[in-house]
């Protein structure tokens, strides 16, 4: 099976040119897989900062860097991701979005079209050229669908000359399944 | 600038692990440049086939390999591609399709929405587990762009358990750019 968030951690890796000692945001936390996969990306002299407003998001997250021995590079912020700027000042090599609900978690708790293109405008002004922010957007579900219009239309307003916007979609299943977003800035 | 026959490339790079040893098949001859990353991308104990109904694609082609000193590992056909199947009888780890026409050449040869259905078809039978197709389409001109629906369908009504299919698109571009449809086989 193609899994799409293997596919966006694919696009990271090769923007960042196998990482090292960069910094980079994952503005989803929710069971933590992104930011594991960013903290070993960014390698020892690098960051990462982790975003979400729920407690057992960020706890779920702690668990796994913990395990991994990888504590130390992650930053984790008890705040929405369209407060990222409050609390990054340096450009970042990568900013991962998997919008939606904690897997598991209360599904009432879901991030929004309003505060995700907030954060996304954020994300595309701390990204350094040659930056990366992936965005997996899942329009099986209502408000999933309103979203992903909204990131669909942002991405296709972005100027051609300053950013490459690619959109991948896995188009021979029944149901409506998670769509990739990938925007690399020149 | 992002370039859709990179990402295939690397899509095609990935599916074979890096190559060596295996067949593949560039289904369109072009300019050549799909035959000279398969051959390189195959090794030497490898072979790739690549098919065209025009003579000038194939002697821009051969003039490719010979400079690249490959010329040994690829067998040039001047036959359209929906003969693959009476060329090839053992399984192949890749086919490559270029849609549209020569670029420099004569714009009313082109791929057609007909015979690219049946080499596709071809190309699934033919291709392993595994392995990947895929096909860039140019919905930018009115032919090509009855041709990238033809696809689009096609690949849409593959079978999910068999079949990984992914559209990819750039989306943030004035005109219609090219769009890449990878099929993996499981």
Do not use: L, S, V
């Given at each position: 099976m193609i899994k799409i968030t293997e596919l966006a951690h694919r696009q990271v890796a090769e923007a960042l040119h196998g990482g090292g000692r960069c910094l980079a945001v994952d503005a989803t936390a929710g069971g933590g897989r992104d930011t594991l996969f960013l903290a070993r990306l960014v390698g020892p002299g690098g960051h990462v900062y982790t975003f979400d407003i729920q407690q057992e998001a960020l706890d779920q997250t702690a668990a796994l860097l913990k395990q991994a021995c990888l504590t130390d590079r992650v930053t984790l912020v008890r705040?929405?991701?369209?407060?990222?700027a409050e609390y990054i000042e340096n450009a970042v090599s990568a900013v991962v979005f998997n919008l939606g609900y904690l897997p598991g978690g209360d599904k009432s708790i879901a991030t929004s079209s309003e505060t995700t293109l907030i954060a996304l405008r954020q994300a595309l002004h701390l990204l350094r050229p040659g930056g990366i922010v992936t965005v997996i957007a899942y329009p099986g579900h209502a408000l999933g669908k309103i979203e992903r219009e909204a990131v669909f239309e942002f991405c296709r307003s972005l100027h051609s000359n300053t950013y490459a916007v690619s959109h991948l979609t896995l188009?021979?299943?029944e149901y409506e399944p998670p769509e990739l977003f990938s925007i690399t800035k020149y």
């Open positions: 705040a929405g991701h369209e407060r990222m188009i021979n299943r």
